[in-house]
């Protein structure tokens, strides 16, 4: 089980692995496609890795309600719950 | 009145050298891209082939981490080659929507694609990566350069195999002449070194098993030949409105005089022994560009080093040159850099451009017993080739029947 700031540093390492964003640029309130101008193929991406780095499943339909990494992060929390 | 179009940059990364003035360094020289394969898959799968002529320096030294993830290796190369084309050509402003890409390829996306398959198999779907199609795309490349050039009047793929870097240049000459563009940037990649094309090839016994001696494998019009080498990289060039380039003032490495296409309709691999496909490609292009045989000085060959493919284009080259093919230095690039498929035609122009502006014909390196029944005038150290008005020709064929020919003419 990894804490919520965990999952949070964890995300921003596969986000910068993806698109060479600055890991601290990956904060909870900002959105993957206003302000990181993440893609959907790299949001992909970044669900796929994400599942395995944390041992969970993202279903595809549930991508589309991640709109902040704060979303993610709280999604990954409750999905390893 | 035709167009004339010009060349105004050069790029290329290849066995022999990461850019342009170190591989035309190493080609007067007479160097060996080749080497002896270290990956752990050539004893894994008992590949009967252990070496091949990776490019001299690796994609990732040159692009960025993350850029570089979304392209298949070809891509990689071709970029990198046409960047350095594209700052070669000093070209600072343009009209984007009079730009376009002819850029080739003769596998495509050939690691991304088996990659993703191995991955599939270990992991299932979830883990196949979005950008897999994008990337395993042959039209992946001609992409990426329009991407990267903001390249708007069309971004082509000529698929022909061998042939496909040389198509390039005859796709990119036929729209710039009929006025769909007046820049195109023109090139080939290719990255299949990869141990299921090595195991194909090497099973059609294309390829040469010279495993105790790379760097002598390669060895066109040798007596002792035995099949190609493998190798990868990617060549580009500029291909400009005559006019577009005088109006900047551009420096010009020579006019694109002439180019062809021909299909043999003969095997689906082995050459036409009469080399009839061949010989209609020469002449084609001669004839596109007003050329006479005379004003032929030198040839960068085809010429893979293969024991059936070699002769048929020395047939051809006499067939349309005449008694003129006696004094025309012929040189055989594939034997330093290996074959470079799609990308071959493409790095072999940039060469036939250089020979024309420098007057520098390249070394033919592994020629020891020249095959009698190959009597061509083979340049073997460099060699300075005439001043005045001069031209030179490229060949490319390729599996399936294909014939391409560029000619350039000294400006």
Not at chain 1, 6 to 25: S, Y
Not at chain 2, 209 to 214: A, Q
Request: net charge negative; charged share 20%.
């Amino acid at each position: 089980m990894a804490s919520n700031e965990e999952i949070l540093a964890g995300l921003a390492e596969i986000v910068n692995e993806e698109t060479g964003l600055a890991p601290e640029a990956v904060e909870s309130d900002k959105s993957f496609t206003e302000d990181l101008d993440i893609d959907s193929i790299s949001m992909m991406t970044i669900v796929v890795n994400a599942e395995e780095k944390f041992g969970v499943r993202i279903p595809d339909e549930e991508v589309k309600n991640l709109k902040t990494v704060g979303d993610a992060v709280s999604f990954i929390a409750g999905a390893q719950a | 009145m035709t167009r004339k179009v010009v060349i105004t940059g050069l790029g290329a990364t290849t066995p022999i050298g990461g850019d342009v003035p170190t591989m035309w360094r190493n080609a007067l020289k007479g160097v060996s891209g080749a080497r002896t394969l270290e990956d752990d898959w050539v004893s894994k799968y008992e590949l009967p082939v252990h070496f091949a002529a990776r490019c001299s320096t690796p994609a990732l030294e040159v692009l960025g981490r993350v850029e570089a993830k979304r392209m298949d290796p070809s891509t990689q190369f071709g970029v990198i080659a046409s960047r350095e084309a594209w700052a070669d050509s000093g070209i600072t402003e343009i009209d984007h929507d009079r730009l376009a890409v002819a850029f080739a390829t003769g596998i495509g996306g050939v690691w991304t694609l088996l990659d993703a398959w191995d991955t599939l198999k270990e992991k299932g779907p979830r883990r196949v990566l979005p950008m897999t199609v994008p990337m395993l795309m042959p039209n992946g490349v001609a992409a990426a350069v329009s991407l990267d050039l903001g390249a708007r009047a069309g971004a082509h793929t000529p698929v022909s195999a061998c042939a496909s870097g040389t198509e390039a240049l005859h796709l990119g000459l036929d729209m710039i002449r009929s006025g769909k563009a007046d820049v195109v940037m023109c090139g080939g990649a290719e990255a299949a070194i990869h141990p299921m094309p090595l195991a194909a090839f090497a099973s059609m016994q294309a390829l040469s098993r010279r495993n105790d001696d790379p760097q002598g494998a390669s060895r066109p019009y040798d007596r002792d030949r035995d099949g190609f080498v493998m190798g990868e990289g990617a060549g580009a060039l500029v291909l400009e409105a005559e006019e577009h380039a005088l109006a900047r003032g551009a420096r010009i490495y020579g006019e694109l005089a002439g180019t062809s296409v021909t299909a043999d309709a003969y095997h689906i691999t082995a050459p036409d022994p009469a080399g009839l496909g061949a010989t209609r490609a020469l002449k084609a292009a001669m004839f596109d560009g007003r050329i006479q045989a005379e004003d032929v000085v030198h040839v960068n060959a085809h010429a893979t080093s293969t024991p059936v493919g070699d002769k048929p284009e020395y047939t051809a080259l006499r067939a349309a040159l005449g008694t003129h093919i006696d004094h025309v230095a012929v040189s055989a690039t594939k034997s330093q850099m290996g074959h470079l498929l799609g990308a071959s035609g493409a790095v072999e122009a940039v060469l036939t451009v250089l020979a024309v502006y420098e007057r520098k014909a390249p070394v033919t390196i592994n020629l020891e017993n020249q095959d009698p029944e190959i009597p061509l005038d083979v340049v073997t150290s460099a060699r300075d080739l005439p001043a005045g008005n001069i031209v030179a020709l490229s060949n490319s064929f390729g599996f399936g029947g294909h014939n391409a020919v560029i000619a350039v003419r000294s400006i």
